[in-house]
């Protein structure tokens, strides 16, 4: 397959292109990206024969912060009515063999229209992949998707587990607890869930840790540590949540964030603060060469133009400022699904 589909947040197809672009480049690929604004995806196209494919399987997931799934596909499929699964599977007998098959699209208002065709298509095409011997358990980490354009049109591609989303759309759906304080609150248990490997999760937040969150009213963030027994220092002028306060677990300072330094060295820093994203990225970085925590989690609010190249900047400068101080440490950056103009950022120092 010749080309490379990517899910994204509608609004944000130009910095995904600009993303894909460079890595792409940087793996010895080079191509030109379609993008239609506000359609929740991109194509980006290569000459190659199985350029898509290859460069798939080269890339790590958890690496790209603007997409939601990734994709080799070969040119859009045009559907006839009454024939659609037939010209699909005549299609999928080009692809390498798969153990699973996943009907999507993107995730839009006009495409969310499709959902009713989408649900009658599903039994129809499992049955015939099935039964043309395209689906083998055999294939194991090898996912078919059909991406639906509208009723006439798809995109038909294979995925590989080594680098893609194990969420259908690539999205990560939580249920806002009745006790959150705020919707926000999301943000921050899909990171926890998204940075913090499953096999770490219980002692890298566990009872007994303390954490400090800057711009912390009314809660959303605070609460998400206070359910794990986790003592929070809240760092706002605003008021907090009556009930989180009434945990005992919450230090309720009402100073600014960007002034504030903890008496002693916290297990985690969060922050949500409504800032140019380079002066958070600073303040960030000031903590952890500090030694003043060794974990951060934190959100970049992001222009509306050039996103990509704002948050490489401020990669760039936290980067140099830790180099700066001798700090070890990993990294990951998310557009989360919970996020909206802005992305997710998390350091851990080694």
């Given at each position: 397959m010749k080309n490379v589909l990517v899910y994204c947040r509608q609004g944000f197809e130009k910095d995904c292109a600009a993303e894909l672009s460079e890595?792409?480049?940087s793996k010895g690929f080079?191509?030109?990206?379609?993008?239609?604004?506000?359609?929740?995806?991109?194509?980006?196209?290569?000459?190659?024969?199985?350029?898509?494919?290859?460069?798939?399987?080269?890339?790590?997931?958890?690496?790209?912060?603007?997409?939601?799934?990734?994709?080799?596909?070969n040119d859009v499929i045009e559907l006839e009515q009454g024939g659609r699964v037939e010209s699909l599977l005549e299609a999928a007998r080009e692809l390498p063999?798969?153990?699973?098959?996943?009907?999507?699209?993107?995730?839009?208002?006009?495409?969310?229209?499709?959902?009713?065709?989408?649900?009658?298509l599903e039994k129809p095409?499992?049955?015939?992949?099935?039964?043309?011997?395209?689906?083998?358990?055999?294939?194991?980490?090898?996912?078919h998707h059909v991406f639906m354009l509208d009723g006439e049109a798809a995109y038909l591609g294979v995925s590989y587990a080594a680098c893609r989303s194990e969420f259908p759309m690539g999205i990560r759906r939580l249920r806002f607890p009745a006790a959150g304080p705020s919707r926000s609150t999301l943000k921050l248990e899909e990171a926890f869930l998204q940075f913090v490997p499953e096999q770490t999760?219980?002692?890298?937040?566990?009872?007994?840790?303390?954490?400090?969150?800057?711009g912390a009213a009314p809660g959303g963030w605070t609460y998400q540590f206070v359910k794990k027994g986790i003592h929070v220092i809240a760092i706002d002028n605003g008021p907090m949540q009556k009930e989180l306060m009434s945990t005992g677990l919450v230090e309720h300072e009402k100073a600014d964030g960007f002034k504030y330094e903890p008496p002693y060295t916290v297990d985690w820093l969060v922050c949500d603060m409504?800032?140019?994203?380079?002066?958070?990225?600073?303040?960030?970085a000031k903590w952890l060469a500090s030694g003043w925590t060794r974990r951060a989690i934190f959100n970049l609010k992001l222009p509306m133009k050039k996103r990509y190249q704002e948050v490489t900047l401020c990669l760039q400068t936290?980067?140099?400022l830790l180099r700066k101080a001798g700090v070890s440490y990993q990294y990951q950056v998310k557009h989360l699904y919970h996020d909206r103009e802005e992305v997710t950022v998390c350091i851990m120092v080694k």
């Amino acid at each position: 397959m010749k080309n490379v589909l990517v899910y994204c947040r509608q609004g944000f197809e130009k910095d995904c292109a600009a993303e894909l672009s460079e890595v792409a480049s940087s793996k010895g690929f080079y191509g030109y990206a379609k993008v239609v604004p506000d359609a929740g995806y991109i194509v980006y196209n290569f000459d190659q024969a199985d350029a898509g494919e290859t460069l798939i399987q080269q890339l790590n997931f958890n690496r790209l912060i603007f997409a939601r799934q990734i994709i080799a596909v070969n040119d859009v499929i045009e559907l006839e009515q009454g024939g659609r699964v037939e010209s699909l599977l005549e299609a999928a007998r080009e692809l390498p063999l798969a153990e699973e098959i996943w009907i999507e699209t993107a995730d839009t208002n006009d495409a969310k229209a499709l959902s009713g065709l989408i649900k009658k298509l599903e039994k129809p095409l499992r049955e015939g992949w099935k039964r043309s011997g395209v689906l083998r358990n055999k294939a194991v980490g090898v996912r078919h998707h059909v991406f639906m354009l509208d009723g006439e049109a798809a995109y038909l591609g294979v995925s590989y587990a080594a680098c893609r989303s194990e969420f259908p759309m690539g999205i990560r759906r939580l249920r806002f607890p009745a006790a959150g304080p705020s919707r926000s609150t999301l943000k921050l248990e899909e990171a926890f869930l998204q940075f913090v490997p499953e096999q770490t999760l219980e002692a890298d937040l566990t009872e007994g840790m303390t954490a400090v969150d800057l711009g912390a009213a009314p809660g959303g963030w605070t609460y998400q540590f206070v359910k794990k027994g986790i003592h929070v220092i809240a760092i706002d002028n605003g008021p907090m949540q009556k009930e989180l306060m009434s945990t005992g677990l919450v230090e309720h300072e009402k100073a600014d964030g960007f002034k504030y330094e903890p008496p002693y060295t916290v297990d985690w820093l969060v922050c949500d603060m409504v800032e140019r994203p380079i002066k958070v990225a600073e303040l960030m970085a000031k903590w952890l060469a500090s030694g003043w925590t060794r974990r951060a989690i934190f959100n970049l609010k992001l222009p509306m133009k050039k996103r990509y190249q704002e948050v490489t900047l401020c990669l760039q400068t936290i980067e140099g400022l830790l180099r700066k101080a001798g700090v070890s440490y990993q990294y990951q950056v998310k557009h989360l699904y919970h996020d909206r103009e802005e992305v997710t950022v998390c350091i851990m120092v080694k």
